[in-house]
């Protein structure tokens, strides 16, 4: 079974300052997306950005791009410039690329503090 | 383009009732997906449909729940008999095939 490993309970940054948020995954299968969802306050969960694991570019959507490593079957989000409206809980997530079986699997969530 | 849509948004209930949560996807998109968030826990999967099939339900608890999503209207997710322990954010998600799901506002629900 695939798990989903985020070691960062908590981090914070200041306004303006870059973050990196750690997540690994454990898996036996070569092909799979790989994402972070932003949770704020509001509870909507919104997709920030998203990998596919045979590409070795790593993706990246404006502030925000990821280090992908799948040897090591790591996949962290840096947050460039940090915003006051960054603040929220971030969940990495894992799916197997195939057929039918599309569903994610979610770390358990880092709570991203930005300070002033 | 209107997102996934999920109804109610609040839902309050007492031991021993059924909770129906409803979840109508984003427009063209013809896959579901159910996942269930417990306080200050991460999502879990709980089943994924596709019009009038159930496809993976290996998330869904034995006993109590249920899901369907018919040719005509929204997905439901219904508990019956529910418990404590059913408290939890309830979310849908929708996708145009195996492409990336899209969340709704999710279905908050105590019981009591």
């Known amino acids: 079974a695939q798990t989903v490993t985020q070691s960062q309970p908590e981090m914070s940054v200041q306004e303006a300052e870059t973050v990196t948020l750690s997540c690994t995954y454990d898996?036996?299968?070569?092909?799979?997306?790989l994402f972070w969802y932003k949770q704020p306050p509001s509870r909507q969960m919104i997709l920030v950005i998203r990998q596919e694991a045979y590409k070795q570019q790593n993706a990246t959507e404006n502030r925000f791009s990821v280090n992908f490593q799948k040897a090591a079957k790591s996949f962290s989000l840096k947050i460039s410039d940090s915003q006051l409206g960054d603040a929220a809980m971030y969940f990495c997530a894992y799916r197997l690329y195939t057929g039918t079986a599309s569903k994610l699997t979610f770390g358990t969530g880092t709570r991203l503090q930005v300070t002033l | 383009n209107a997102g996934v849509m999920q109804n109610p948004r609040h839902l309050v209930r007492r031991r021993g009732q059924e909770a129906r949560l409803r979840c109508s996807p984003m427009?063209?998109?013809?896959?579901v997906y159910w996942y269930r968030q417990l306080p200050e826990e991460g999502l879990k999967f709980m089943v994924y449909?596709?019009?009038?099939?159930?496809?993976?339900e290996s998330g869904m608890p034995k006993e109590r729940f249920s899901a369907e999503f018919p040719k005509e209207g929204p997905s439901i997710l219904r508990i019956q008999q529910v418990v404590r322990g059913d408290s939890a954010a309830y979310f849908c998600?929708?996708?145009?095939?195996?492409?990336?799901?899209?969340f709704g506002p999710g279905t908050r629900l105590t019981v009591l």
């Open positions: 449909l596709q019009k009038e099939n159930i496809i993976d």
């Open positions: 427009k063209g998109h013809s896959h």
């Open positions: 898996t036996s299968e070569s092909d799979y997306y």
């Open positions: 998600a929708s996708s145009r095939s195996t492409d990336t799901q899209y």
